[in-house]
């Protein structure tokens, strides 16, 4: 078999074919799970180290630690760190978010369609060294004593950029490897890499943010950057460049194995290609775009298509507005939770850091379980939405109760990790490979990573106006209602879908299928 891909991708000959398969699928999850897992970690760190970079040291601070006191007795401010240190610290906090968050949607709508055009392995291993380099640059502001704005600020708009290389690569690999039979699954255990890394950076940026917190960053970054080294060594983003086969795309038992098609225990309860319910699936496909944007697609069959078709495959408009709001959510609390448990518990940084990520364990639970839920029951959309009507009512009482005890502020926190993390962690994941794989497509694989940025993109979008608000909004109770009103929209945004999938159900059940 010649290596089509080298350095790096070796061909395991003593194994048998289906041994193969298995080895490399297997190695592709583990691999990509430690790389976004990666990713999300060098995020983390900003929101841990605000909780210093602006601190009024006259407020005590629970569980026994003892009130710093200004060495002039008058000022309250004296452990910030400039710029940081003015009355109006919360909206230059808040400018980093923005910085980072617009640069990577941005980067998004791009890095999707650069990525189907280019080796998936040079570019996700290069765009990893780049996030390890600029996420330690940022601590080196605290090693080299920098108090301008601008650096920081600079650092963020292009971390931004490099992030966005990330999410398009990995989840066009594992789609590549894997077909749509358990997607929702796999996808929702392998996208806990998500709440891990947000684990991780919390705690590594927690334990040194209170002695020295460039460490908060370094650490990370060096990490980020020994990964991105594995990935360029070992990644194999195609199952064709070592050999083995393709997997089911269209739930049809149907894989391609060196170019020829091979056909596995059709299940007969499955419609056939020739079935009522079959025609009524692609009429419906085909019917929700028009003739032109039709012909597009056959015409860059087995080409990477372009943004604006990506755009309008079916599902993709909807599914990238809900996550519009839904990450505009999901990422408020990322970059400000801390700081807000610090603020309404008045604990220290480093437990503020500690009880947040009891958030990202309730993500974890919430992506697996999004993912089981709507492979077994069917309906991404209607799973998607069920979560979203719970989650409102628990961020409401969340704001109310969370700060009574550690008791209340960690289950709440893991609640609401669970119900907003849940249909963010779906869309993100197999949604995005469902669509990109998408029957319109008549087979197209080179779409993938496209229509995941454009969904990602969008949704990113919402995420940096999320944190941005967070930080012109002065008072917390505001904050949780704008977050609620974002809920409700993404619910809104879906309505069509559930109503479809709902109607598909009923005649799955009239058929008898």
């Avoid at 452990?79 to 949607?105: E, I, R, T, V």
């Avoid at 950029?161 to 398009?168: A, E, F, M």
């Avoid at 807000?340 to 503020?352: F, G, L, P, R, V």
Wanted: glycine content about 10%.
């Amino acid at each position: 078999m010649v290596n089509r891909n080298p350095p790096g991708i070796y061909v395991l000959p003593s194994l048998s074919r289906e041994s193969r398969n298995v080895a490399y699928r297997a190695w592709i999850l583990i691999l990509t799970f430690l790389v976004y897992t990666c990713y999300h970690m060098s995020k983390k760190p900003v929101s841990v180290v605000k909780n210093v970079l602006y601190r009024n040291c006259s407020v005590p601070i629970k569980d026994g630690y003892e009130l710093e006191i200004a060495p002039d007795n008058t000022s309250t401010t004296f452990c910030d760190w400039a710029p940081f240190d003015q009355p109006n610290h919360k909206q230059l906090l808040g400018s980093l978010d923005l910085a980072f968050l617009f640069s990577y949607a941005f980067g998004m709508f791009f890095s999707g369609h650069i990525a189907e055009r280019l080796n998936l392995r040079y570019f996700l291993s290069g765009g990893m060294m780049l996030v390890g380099i600029f996420t330690a640059a940022f601590g080196m502001g605290y090693f080299f004593n920098i108090h301008s704005i601008y650096f920081y600020v600079g650092i963020q708009v292009v971390s931004g950029l490099v992030q966005s290389s990330g999410w398009p690569s990995v989840v066009a690999c594992v789609g590549n490897w894997y077909g749509k039979g358990k997607r929702g699954l796999i996808m929702g255990i392998w996208n806990s890499h998500t709440s891990v890394g947000n684990i991780l950076g919390s705690l590594i940026a927690g334990a040194f943010v209170t002695t020295s917190w460039g460490w908060s960053f370094a650490v990370p970054g060096l990490i980020t950057f020994g990964i991105g080294v594995m990935v360029f060594l070992f990644l194999v983003p195609d199952p064709e460049d070592v050999g083995c086969d393709m997997p089911d795309q269209h739930g049809t038992h149907v894989v391609a194995e060196h170019g020829t098609n091979k056909t596995l225990n059709i299940d007969p309860a499955e419609p056939s290609e020739t079935s009522p319910l079959h025609r009524y699936d692609v009429e419906q496909s085909y019917s929700s775009i028009d003739a032109s944007t039709q012909a597009l697609i056959k015409h860059k069959q087995e080409k990477p298509i372009t943004i604006w078709g990506a755009f309008f495959i079916p599902g993709v408009a909807e599914f990238s507005l809900c996550l519009f709001c839904a990450k505009l959510v999901s990422y408020t609390f990322l970059f400000w939770l801390p700081n807000y448990i610090e603020h309404t518990a008045h604990y220290d940084a480093e437990k503020s850091a500690d009880v947040s990520t009891l958030f990202d364990v309730g993500g974890i639970v919430g992506g697996i379980a999004a993912g089981l839920i709507s492979d077994n029951f069917g309906g991404r959309a209607t799973t998607c939405a069920v979560m979203l009507i719970l989650a409102a009512p628990v961020m409401y009482i969340y704001n109310l109760y969370g700060s009574l005890s550690l008791a209340h502020s960690i289950g709440l926190s893991f609640a609401c990790g669970t119900l907003v993390n849940g249909p963010y962690a779906l869309i993100t994941t197999a949604v995005s490979a469902d669509l990109g794989t998408h029957k319109v497509l008549e087979g197209n694989t080179k779409a993938l990573a496209t229509v995941t940025a454009v969904i990602d993109g969008t949704g990113s979008i919402g995420a940096a106006i999320g944190p941005l608000l967070a930080g012109l909004i002065p008072v917390w109770n505001d904050v949780f209602i704008m977050l609620i009103i974002s809920d409700i929209l993404a619910l809104l945004c879906l309505v069509r879908l559930v109503y479809k999938e709902l109607r598909l159900d009923r005649l799955l059940g009239c058929t008898g299928d």
